[in-house]
């Protein structure tokens, strides 16, 4: 008699532990899917988003935070930038790629405190900050008279 309440122990042990190993299985994997939807719908955004002027929509590597940012690549050379205005909305947080195609240049955000080294022709630099002001804000190459030779463009900020 002992050996059959033994047995029926063990048997329930076994059956709730596979049943709640299950369960347990069952409720993480149906929240990662939902994570990776969430990622497939904002990565289906950004390849979607047009050339590297306009801001390309990237999760961050923790999808619980939701932070969106948006990129824009800016093209630098002998004394111009494309493209000469961006445009984003108070409380992104904005990520900009300077590729200087010729010469020695650099990027800086005026009102935003931020810049990108000095850089030669063929390199690129990045910036990523967040735009908590409104306003219109300047950016510029501070090399040299770059500035005064025609070297901005305007940050917008709404």
Do not use: R, W
Not at 16 to 32: D, I, M, V
Not at 114 to 136: E, H, M, P
Request: with cysteine; net charge neutral.
């Amino acid at each position: 008699m002992n050996k059959k309440v033994i047995l029926t122990v063990v048997l329930l042990l076994v059956v709730a532990g596979g049943g709640f190993f299950f369960l347990s299985s069952k409720t993480k994997n149906s929240s990662t899917s939902v994570s990776e939807n969430n990622i497939a719908a904002v990565d289906t955004v950004a390849k979607e988003a047009s050339p590297s002027s306009e801001p390309t929509i990237k999760p961050s590597s923790s999808p619980a935070s939701a932070v969106v940012v948006k990129e824009f690549t800016i093209d630098g050379s002998n004394f111009s930038f494309v493209p000469k205005e961006i445009k984003v909305s108070k409380g992104d947080t904005v990520k900009i790629t300077f590729k200087d195609l010729d010469g020695m240049h650099n990027l800086v955000v005026d009102g935003y405190n931020v810049k990108t080294n000095i850089i030669k022709g063929g390199t690129q630099d990045s910036i990523t900050f967040l735009a908590d002001k409104v306003g219109q804000f300047e950016y510029y190459c501070s090399v040299g008279n770059h500035k005064e030779s025609g070297m901005v463009g305007a940050f917008i900020v709404e």
